[in-house]
């Protein structure tokens, strides 16, 4: 499955953005859905993840309350909506697929995808 992330932008602190994630050659249906971030000289960690169906969501703490991952698999999208943007929210912004396997997998590892987006960039100003 090829994917390909767009939405982001310069937003101002406050502001919102919503990240969207297409794919391609394939379904979506049957994939984990990840998104992560890479800010300046940091680590790329995740920020949310999403079941096949949408009914299990994942979000890291820093972005609770303020971003919703969802997804739409008739349009093979998931989506990413931003609220309440703070400048510490600047970074690459990464979507990731892992096919069901059956294995287990926590959904909050970059090993535990395989499938990554090109990354699109989300810049705050505070």
């Known amino acids: 499955v090829q994917l390909q992330a767009c939405g982001g932008g310069f937003v101002q602190a406050g502001g919102s953005l919503r990240l969207s994630c297409a794919a391609s050659?394939?379904?979506?249906?049957?994939?984990?859905m990840g998104w992560f971030r890479q800010a300046p000289g940091k680590e790329r960690q995740v920020v949310a993840s999403?079941?096949?169906?949408?009914?299990?969501?994942y979000y890291e703490d820093s972005v609770k309350g303020r971003f919703t991952v969802s997804r739409d698999n008739a349009k093979d999208t998931v989506y990413l909506q931003m609220n309440s943007l703070k400048a510490e929210d600047t970074a690459v912004y990464y979507c990731?697929?892992?096919?069901?396997?059956?294995?287990?997998?926590?959904?909050?590892?970059?090993?535990?995808?395989?499938?990554w987006g090109q990354g699109t960039q989300v810049t705050v100003s505070s």
């Open positions: 990731a697929a892992r096919m069901y396997s059956g294995s287990y997998f926590s959904g909050v590892r970059e090993d535990d995808y395989s499938y």
């Open positions: 050659g394939r379904s979506l249906s049957g994939y984990y």
């Open positions: 999403i079941n096949w169906n949408g009914g299990r969501t």
